[in-house]
Every structure is written in C-alpha cells, then in structure tokens.
C-alpha cells in the first residue's frame, strides 16, 4: 500500500494531509466542494461505544467521527489496534482516583471538548512509574496524534506528580494572550529564585533544585528582550485514557 503523507495524499479523502473536518460544514458545502467527493466515497464501517468509524473506499483510511457529531479525524494507522482495545473495555477507575484525580483539577463536569487531561504521576500494574503522566477523561475515541496514549486498565496507583505546576498556574499558563504568532508566553517564578519563560499549555517543570509545587506566576516585562529564558519541557508525557465516572 502506497504511503501516504502532506506530499502524496489521498486524492479522495485527503488523508495524509487532513487531520480534522468540521462534520457539519462537510455537509454544508458538499455540494460545491470536494467534501462532496469524499463524503460519497466514506462508508460506515462500525459503531464504537462512542462515535463511529468511516473507512475510505478509496484509499482504506479510516476517519473518526466523535460522539456528538462534530469533527471528523483521520486515524493513523498505528492508533487502530488502540482504539479497538479502547472499544472492547469500560477503562473505568476506582472511587477514589476519580476523586484524586478531581482535587488535582476540576473535572466533574466534561467541558465543550469532551475531554479533560489531568497531569499525576501514575504508577502500572507492571511497576513502570510515569512521573510525567496524564489520565485523560473522555467520552470519545484515543485517536489525537500528538499523544502517546495507553489505557486506563494498566493503572494500578494514581498520585500528584511531583514535577507538576500548581493548578492555578498551569490555568495562567492555559489563558495566556498570544503576543505574536506562536507565542503566548507566561513568566514563571522558581523556588530557587529563577525566572524561565513559558510558552503556551504547561503542565510540568523539570528543573534540577526546582520544587515545582512552589511555582509562581510572575508579571511580563514590557520588552519582549527583558523576557527571562524560555523553559522548554523535554520529557515525554503519557496520557492514560480513562472513561468518565458513572453516574
């Protein structure tokens, strides 16, 4: 089978170069678009137990279209095998995660995106420690590519993490104004005094004689050339994506 990528795309579905659709304007403008060709040529190949997954009759790329119906995802062919696994189990915790992972961030309620990633260290049932986890509470499919995901089921203990950034921050952070392009950035003071900058989400700091815990949100110089150095977090996060709590 041809590889396909941003040069060499599929020229019906247009995977390799289309990650998302909005759903709705598909069918808005299929008409005078060539959404209409790739809606014709996407059939239903089977119901999840949440949203459904399209195959291409062109190419075989499967799409996956989200629970309420509003955005359409291509899915790599290497996330197949995980969202199958995610299918077949209810990826459900205990109690008492639910309500550790709900005193590290607010999570009774889903938001629009039907998803909360919440930053812990989680421990497997194999031993592995994850210092720089993530549970991802969501109704839909583990098909996002900038993730490394795995299932809830392999969690066996769930605490903060140590490298994580105070709640409050990590919103200061979240809500930061873009000032140019690319580049919404956050002044954080250290407990050892420092300053970094940060750019965007952020969700831990990894900084030798840093206690994380203890950060602080500072206030912007005016010149962007008084700004601190920027913090670029290395380490790898892994998302564990868990169901939401039954009601």
């Given at each position: 089978?041809?590889?396909?990528?941003?040069n060499s795309?599929?020229?019906?579905?247009?995977?390799?170069?289309?990650?998302t659709?909005?759903?709705?304007?598909?069918?808005?403008?299929?008409?005078?678009?060539?959404?209409g060709?790739?809606?014709?040529?996407?059939?239903h190949?089977?119901?999840?137990?949440?949203?459904d997954i399209?195959?291409?009759?062109?190419?075989?790329?499967?799409?996956?279209?989200d629970?309420k119906?509003?955005m359409?995802?291509?899915i790599?062919?290497?996330?197949?095998?995980?969202?199958?696994?995610w299918?077949?189990?209810?990826?459900?915790?205990?109690?008492?995660q639910?309500?550790?992972?709900?005193?590290?961030?607010?999570?009774?309620?889903?938001?629009?995106?039907?998803?909360?990633?919440?930053?812990?260290q989680v421990?497997?049932?194999d031993?592995?420690?994850?210092?720089?986890?993530?549970?991802?509470i969501?109704?839909?499919?583990?098909?996002?590519?900038?993730?490394?995901?795995?299932l809830?089921?392999?969690?066996?203990?769930i605490?903060?993490s140590?490298?994580?950034?105070?709640?409050?921050?990590?919103?200061?952070?979240?809500?930061?104004?873009?000032?140019?392009?690319?580049?919404?950035?956050t002044l954080?003071?250290?407990?050892?005094?420092?300053?970094?900058?940060?750019?965007?989400?952020?969700?831990?700091?990894?900084?030798?004689?840093?206690?994380a815990?203890?950060?602080?949100?500072?206030?912007?110089?005016h010149?962007m050339?008084?700004?601190?150095?920027?913090?670029?977090?290395?380490?790898?996060?892994?998302?564990?994506?868990a169901?939401p709590a039954p009601?």
């Amino acid at each position: 089978m041809k590889t396909l990528s941003v040069n060499s795309p599929c020229p019906v579905c247009h995977a390799g170069k289309l990650l998302t659709v909005n759903w709705r304007h598909m069918h808005e403008q299929a008409k005078d678009s060539e959404y209409g060709i790739m809606l014709a040529n996407l059939h239903h190949e089977r119901a999840l137990k949440a949203g459904d997954i399209y195959c291409c009759q062109h190419c075989d790329e499967r799409w996956y279209l989200d629970s309420k119906q509003r955005m359409l995802a291509h899915i790599s062919a290497d996330k197949l095998p995980l969202v199958s696994a995610w299918h077949d189990q209810a990826l459900t915790l205990t109690p008492e995660q639910y309500q550790l992972l709900a005193e590290i961030e607010d999570c009774d309620k889903l938001d629009r995106r039907q998803s909360h990633a919440i930053p812990c260290q989680v421990t497997t049932h194999d031993g592995t420690v994850y210092p720089f986890a993530e549970v991802v509470i969501q109704r839909d499919a583990p098909v996002e590519d900038y993730r490394e995901y795995r299932l809830a089921s392999a969690i066996a203990s769930i605490s903060p993490s140590p490298y994580a950034l105070p709640k409050a921050v990590r919103h200061e952070c979240g809500w930061a104004q873009e000032i140019r392009m690319g580049f919404a950035p956050t002044l954080l003071l250290l407990s050892n005094g420092e300053q970094v900058t940060v750019n965007g989400i952020s969700t831990f700091i990894n900084l030798e004689g840093v206690d994380a815990s203890k950060t602080q949100v500072g206030e912007l110089p005016h010149s962007m050339v008084d700004f601190p150095k920027i913090y670029h977090f290395q380490s790898k996060i892994v998302s564990f994506i868990a169901s939401p709590a039954p009601k």
